[in-house]
């Protein structure tokens, strides 16, 4: 029922049909990466004038500013740190947007932004990575892989700027991955499963360059990437999957103090302490994505998903 479901029209594959310039799948993924890492460079240009600008107002001697031993990150907070490494994504957004809307010349209802239930959909993909992630805390917690230390409500205002910050960062991978490759690819050669397994292993190997990555860590970015293919096809819209990737990383970092693909998180509500004897479980300094409870929460989850795409299909089937 499965290869039934992908030989479906697709609302956004269809649209994607329409577009009056259409690279090759070569040329495709060679415009993706060049898309990323120039927008990659100019959100760094934004952090640097960020810092800049931190510099000019700290009142430090020149001779400090300058100094070869002396880090100019060093002048922010880690929390500033991060939540302007994650609002800078916002490049890599409008680079996709552009790119779609004046050199492809598609709308952007075949990324997945349709204007009907956008407000539901994106609440609905909040509930369900604010879901996930809490039973996977439960599970660790159960099997002793975590042990809650404290908690801190001090934090709250800089948890929700945060939050902020995450629904950029989060977008801008799925706008990239699911919005843009998935559907260009799916449009241009008619096979919408090959956009599924390219987006996913470009959005897994992306992840390489993380700290602490292993074997796991990218089964489990297999897993997520595969996930959230389905989701957008099955949702027939990009808003749930943005959601959905936001509430997953947010509630991992900033409410339960865990590191985020590698990546560790300044202010949380929750704190927790990792069993490093059981790292193959909760991650260790990965974070939970690293560990195998979020290998089984996340293969339930597929399984789930696709459980549902197969009973509509019998549904439709019957009709």
């Not at 004046?102 to 609905?124: C, D, N, P, W």
């Not at 990239?176 to 499963?193: D, Q």
């Not at 704190?271 to 409870?293: M, P, R, S, V, Y």
Request: one cysteine or more; aromatic letters at 12%; glycine letters at 8%.
């Amino acid at each position: 029922m499965l290869s039934e479901f992908f030989k479906q029209p697709f609302p956004m594959i269809e649209e994607a049909k329409k577009a009056k310039r259409k690279p090759n799948i070569f040329m495709l993924i060679i415009f993706c990466i060049l898309i990323y890492l120039v927008c990659s460079l100019i959100g760094s240009l934004f952090l640097f004038i960020y810092v800049a600008l931190v510099a000019s107002s700290s009142g430090l001697p020149d001779s400090t500013l300058l100094s070869e031993d002396f880090n100019m990150l060093s002048l922010l907070s880690a929390d500033e740190i991060n939540i302007v490494s994650l609002m800078i994504t916002a490049a890599v957004i409008a680079g996709f947007l552009l790119f779609c809307r004046y050199y492809e010349k598609r709308y952007f209802t075949s990324m997945g932004f349709t204007r009907k239930h956008a407000v539901s959909q994106y609440l609905i993909g909040l509930g369900i990575g604010a879901a996930l992630m809490i039973v996977v805390v439960a599970l660790l917690s159960v099997t002793g892989s975590l042990t809650f230390a404290s908690i801190s409500w001090s934090v709250l205002p800089v948890v929700l700027l945060t939050f902020i910050a995450y629904m950029i960062q989060g977008a801008s991978e799925e706008i990239m991955l699911r919005g843009f490759l998935m559907t260009s690819i799916a449009a241009r050669t008619n096979k919408v499963i090959i956009g599924v397994v390219v987006n996913t292993v470009i959005f897994a190997l992306l992840h390489l360059g993380n700290p602490n990555i292993g074997p796991i860590s990218f089964i489990n970015l297999l897993l997520f990437g595969t996930f959230m293919s389905l989701y957008v096809l099955k949702t027939k819209n990009l808003w749930g999957a943005c959601a959905l990737h936001t509430m997953w990383n947010f509630m991992q970092g900033s409410v339960f103090g865990i590191s985020v693909s590698g990546n560790d998180v300044a202010s949380s509500i929750f704190h927790f302490t990792a069993n490093k004897d059981l790292w193959f479980l909760n991650g260790g300094a990965f974070g939970t994505e690293g560990g195998l409870i979020v290998t089984v929460i996340l293969g339930a989850a597929l399984a789930g998903l696709i459980g549902w795409i197969q009973k509509d299909s019998k549904q439709s089937f019957s009709n």
